[in-house]
Nanobody, 116 residues
């Protein structure tokens, strides 16, 4: 069974930084996209950042220039470096992985709270 385990969330002051990590226990097939989503209270889950197997990245407009996604294919791990955090970044952050067979997997979510 594939499990994604997230870490790195927490409470930080506005302007501070956090680094999220998400490691897969195993993958039976090649992992294509690795993503981070977030869901704020009362809102829909939204895509924050995506990285392809070849390292191409894409970001939601509000986090461009502040967040950076990276991955380690050998460790089946994806990271999200979050700098200059704002109160509007408060949400539960979820990692997501899509393999080459079209199977997708989700992490359990990690809370990010930013105090103003």
């Amino acid at each position: 069974q594939v499990q994604l385990v997230e870490s790195g969330g927490g409470l930080v002051q506005a302007g501070g930084s956090l680094r999220l990590s998400c490691a897969a226990s195993r993958m039976w097939f090649r992992v294509n996209a690795m993503d981070w989503y977030r869901q704020a209270s009362g809102k829909q889950r939204e895509l924050v950042a995506r990285i392809t197997r070849h390292g191409n990245t894409d970001y939601e407009d509000s986090v461009k220039g502040r967040f950076s996604i990276s991955r380690d294919n050998a460790k089946i791990t994806v990271y999200l470096q979050m700098n200059s955090l704002k109160p509007e970044d408060i949400a539960v952050y979820y990692c997501h992985m899509l393999d080459s067979m079209g199977n997708d997997y989700w992490g359990q979510g990690t809370q990010v709270t930013v105090s103003s």
